[in-house]
């Protein structure tokens, strides 16, 4: 409704990508962005420290995106046209947090195979151990793909499930309370496998990070990286 996309402009999205986590200076990939529902909350949080790319085959909304934009004065945002080829044209490793939001489902990936070619693709511009921010539409018990194997095809992609958070997200044009899940990239070791992947969090004034060995999916008191 026009109501709750006001809302969530206005006010509600900026709280709830940083509930996911975007911050100050990231780089953002927002996949599928359409006309900006994420896109230009994400850019008013990562400021001028950051950058966020808006990548879609849809050229209409992309000119919506970035007249919202220019509206604003958001010089950080930068349009990213495709024709669809599942191809994202950014460097290896340079980006801090990509988000696949009602991007995973029946309508725009029935394939199996075209999904993983996706996550490779987003597992290679992504920095070792940032954030994979999925959130999951439209996905029916009766039809394929199931929430179940969006979680498997992620996880063999070399991505960690960091945690589920209950946000409120805005969905065809309609604020509704969603639920995102959060991956982390695992980091690779020497041998260029996949090792480990690390979140942090932070109580009070210290941090604490939670260490995941990759191949034998269990916690660790700290990777040798992070360990005190």
């Not at 959060?182 to 260029?192: I, W, Y």
């Amino acid at each position: 409704m026009k109501d709750d996309s006001k809302k969530w402009l206005k006010e509600v999205g900026e709280r709830s990508l940083r509930q996911v986590g975007i911050k100050k200076g990231d780089i953002v990939l927002d996949f599928g962005c359409g006309s900006g529902n994420y896109t230009i909350p994400a850019a008013r949080i990562v400021g001028e420290e950051g950058r966020v790319y808006a990548i879609d085959k849809d050229r209409r909304d992309l000119g919506k995106l970035m007249r919202k934009a220019n509206s604003e004065g958001l010089k950080n945002i930068e349009r990213v046209e495709t024709s669809g080829k599942l191809k994202i044209d950014l460097e290896d490793e340079s980006v801090d947090v990509v988000l696949l939001y009602d991007i995973l489902h029946y309508y725009y990936f029935p394939r199996a195979g075209d999904r993983r070619k996706l996550l490779r693709e987003v597992y290679r511009i992504l920095k070792p151990g940032t954030l994979l921010s999925v959130y999951p539409t439209h996905l029916q018990s009766y039809r394929h793909p199931k929430l179940e194997d969006i979680k498997r095809e992620i996880d063999s992609a070399n991505f960690h499930l960091e945690r589920e958070c209950s946000v409120m997200l805005i969905h065809e044009e309609t604020l509704e309370n969603g639920q995102v899940l959060n991956f982390r990239k695992a980091r690779k070791n020497k041998k260029g496998s996949s090792a480990h992947a690390c979140s942090q969090i932070r109580l009070g004034g210290s941090v604490l990070w939670l260490c995941f060995s990759m191949n034998r999916r269990r916690r660790t008191s700290g990777c040798k990286e992070h360990r005190s």
